[in-house]
């Protein structure tokens, strides 16, 4: 399996720094200093980079910034008010394990949309978050810019029944597989009004990827929008002693995908918790799915998924 790591890149607005390059501002104006770190201690000794380019838009200010230069920061002077800060396709992390004397590149997924917003107050701070999801292929590694996180990963692969519009030329039966990565944020237990017990997974931070795809309609259309999308997805035990999952994966941004997958009973139960909810462990269970687009080019899928849920432990 594939062991994974949540690299988290926060753009904080704080006081002018010494070292880095600086972008100046009219000294008489009142305005916000935004920092962007683009180097990076990690929890395993090594040191992280990020080469970026950003474009920052605000009331009275735009910025084409590209930070490439090796520099340790990059400082602002911004005017108060909304401000847009979009990081650019173009990113690459590095990485150096021996003091910083040479650096390799990482494999990293970006989990959230790649604009963010912050209000810049003149003399207060505030702070824009990127968070990238890093595949190692080394081992478990948590690499943290002050957040310590636990990736996970939903993985197999995707037997399809059939298309339309958009996914109409993928053959009946062609398998295609899949991963979404995320941050789990939230895992809740709650007793419905039946008797049933929910376990409910919820994520932050996300990115799928589609391999295989020879259509390319998933991995070209589908996997770009459901960058920093909403998983939800749901272990419930039944008062009759069944069990059953479902959840729904949802894109924020066009073509807005949805993915839906379940109700399905499990055919060889999971073990129970102490509490009597469904434990939270490795399982790879085919359960049926559909997969809704939106927009100029709509269209629909449905099939079977070979469903592999990949805890990470704490």
């Not at 994974?4 to 200093?33: E, K, Q, R």
């Not at 824009?128 to 310590?148: K, W, Y």
């Not at 002693?241 to 941004?253: C, H, K, M, R, Y």
Request: a negative charge.
């Amino acid at each position: 399996m594939r062991l994974l790591s949540c690299l988290f890149l926060s753009l904080v607005m704080l006081a002018p720094l010494a070292s880095g390059c600086t972008a100046p501002a009219d000294a008489d104006a009142d305005t916000g200093t935004l920092e962007l770190p683009l180097v990076q201690p990690g929890s395993d000794g090594a040191i992280y980079r990020l080469a970026a380019t950003f474009d920052i838009e605000g009331p009275a200010s735009s910025i084409h910034l590209v930070a490439t230069d090796n520099e340790p920061s990059v400082t602002l002077q911004l005017p108060p008010g909304l401000t847009n800060v979009t990081l650019l396709d173009d990113w690459a992390l590095t990485r150096s394990t021996d003091g910083g004397g040479t650096f390799r590149p990482v494999s990293a997924l970006l989990g959230n949309r790649n604009l963010q917003q912050v209000r810049v107050l003149a003399n207060h701070t505030d702070q824009v978050v990127f968070q990238f999801l890093v595949r190692s292929p080394d081992g478990d590694l948590t690499v943290t810019f002050g957040v310590t996180d636990h990736p996970r990963e939903l993985a197999g692969g995707m037997v399809i029944d059939q298309g339309t519009n958009l996914f109409a030329g993928y053959p009946h039966n062609v398998q295609v597989d899949f991963a979404t990565y995320y941050k789990l944020v939230e895992l809740d237990k709650n007793v419905l009004a039946d008797g049933s017990k929910d376990r409910v997974f919820a994520s932050d931070a996300t990115a799928t990827e589609f391999f295989n795809d020879g259509v390319g309609a998933l991995s070209g259309t589908v996997a770009p929008a459901l960058q920093g999308g909403i998983l939800v997805w749901h272990l419930i035990a039944r008062p009759d002693g069944t069990q059953e999952i479902s959840g729904e994966l949802d894109a924020l941004v066009a073509p807005f995908p949805v993915l839906t997958f379940g109700p399905h009973t499990f055919g060889f139960p999971l073990p129970f918790d102490g509490d009597g909810f469904v434990s939270d462990v490795f399982f790879n269970e085919s359960i049926p799915f559909s997969l809704e687009v939106f927009g100029n080019v709509p269209g629909r899928m449905n099939g079977t998924m070979r469903f592999r849920n990949v805890p990470v432990s704490n």
